[in-house]
């Protein structure tokens, strides 16, 4: 075997290796994404159902037992009244659950603020008739973090 | 022919066949994680629309166009265990309640998987849906209006506030029998018309 003949074997090798360590990233990369996407499936759930649960109760604190008919009569200052207590909707202002769903941690950090009908993405410091939740759920496990949203606006039977 | 054309052959023999067995194995690699995405493609599908049937149908329980043939959402829910569920709703807008089941089957015995198992949805008195999407678990949780679990079995489903539906799902075929899982976990999901009352 020749000088010549021994570099096109070398240069052919690694050729080779190099199509193969290709291969193998892009193996491990398609892994990655099939479970960043379960996770995914997972947090989308916790998302929803935490959307669910804020859902369910009043929309301010003072519309818990009585109706409001101004808007100065909402609470200014989104958040839990008493701390742990979820009982209005804009309790979940800065509510943070954590949740383990088949060993898997998930972290989802709440936010509330009032919002304009006209503007739905942007919150507004003043009061109105609807408030946005913004989830953000995170795992160590995945890259992503998934946001999901809901408006909540006021209503009541006369 | 010489000493050292002898060493030639041999060492290309040998550099050869580990080329050889390097290739094979990549084939095999590339086969076999061709089949799991493919797999894990449908699978997830499959749990998205199992996941999207059951949300529609859970989200409309105790609703009723005509709200005068159902004025008492409390009675929404008929029958509930940890495997299985009847409630009704309007689910096709008509101003008629109807009655939707979900349950459990025996296990599929024309797929390779040996733990995917029948699941059923059943409308009225049609005859059920059976869902053959891979489906290996499927059981629930019921929580009273204070978020306290109610213990099996449910004697006063009316008492049911909210509940949590847990379906894991696997492929129905695998390379290898290494079968991928997906797992779908909706939380207390609340249909609106229960919290009526």
């Keep these: ?56 109760l009043a929309f301010d604190e003072n519309t818990k037992d009585d109706g409001v008919s101004k808007l100065d009569q909402l609470t200014q200052n989104l958040g839990a009244e008493v701390p742990g207590v979820l009982d209005d909707f804009d309790d979940y202002n800065g509510y943070v659950q954590k949740d ?21 993405d942007v919150s507004t410091n003043n009061r109105t008739w609807h408030k946005k939740l913004t989830i953000r759920i995170s795992t160590p496990f995945s890259r992503d973090t998934l946001e999901m949203s809901t408006i909540y606006s006021y209503w009541y039977f006369r | ?49 199992i996941a999207q049937i059951m949300e529609y149908d859970f989200r409309k329980m105790g609703y009723c166009k005509d709200w005068t043939k159902f004025p008492d959402p409390t009675k929404s829910i008929a029958q509930a265990s940890i495997n299985s569920i009847k409630f009704y709703a309007d689910i096709d807008d008509n101003g008629t309640m109807d009655t939707i089941s979900y349950y459990i089957g025996g296990l599929l015995t024309a797929t390779p998987n040996p733990r995917d198992i029948y699941f059923y949805r059943k409308v009225n ?13 499927f059981f629930m949780k019921y929580f009273d209006a204070l978020g306290d679990t109610l213990t099996q079995p449910i004697t006063q489903p009316s008492l049911i506030n909210s509940y949590e539906i847990n379906i894991q799902v696997e492929t129905v075929y695998a390379y290898d029998e290494n079968y991928s899982t997906a797992f779908w976990k909706q939380i207390r999901l609340l249909a609106r018309n229960l919290r009526n009352r």
């Design chain 1, 1 to 56: 075997m020749n000088l010549g003949q021994s570099l096109f074997a070398i240069g052919a090798l690694v050729l080779l290796s190099l199509n193969i360590m290709s291969v193998n990233t892009r193996i491990l990369q398609t892994d990655d994404v099939a479970l960043d996407s379960k996770i995914g499936v997972l947090g989308t759930s916790i998302g929803t159902s935490t959307i669910e649960d804020a859902s369910k």
């Design chain 1, 100 to 120: 383990t769903v088949f060993t898997i941690p998930f972290t989802a950090v709440c936010k509330v603020n009032y919002i304009n009908t006209n503007a739905p």
């Design chain 2, 1 to 49: 022919m010489g000493f050292s054309t002898l060493i030639d052959i041999l060492g290309s023999t040998i550099m050869g066949g580990l080329l050889l067995i390097i290739v094979l194995r990549l084939n095999n690699t590339a086969t076999e994680k061709s089949t799991n995405y493919g797999g894990e493609l449908s699978l997830q599908q499959n749990l998205v629309t």
């Design chain 2, 125 to 137: 008195s049609n005859p059920p849906a059976a869902i053959n999407l891979g489906v290996t678990q």
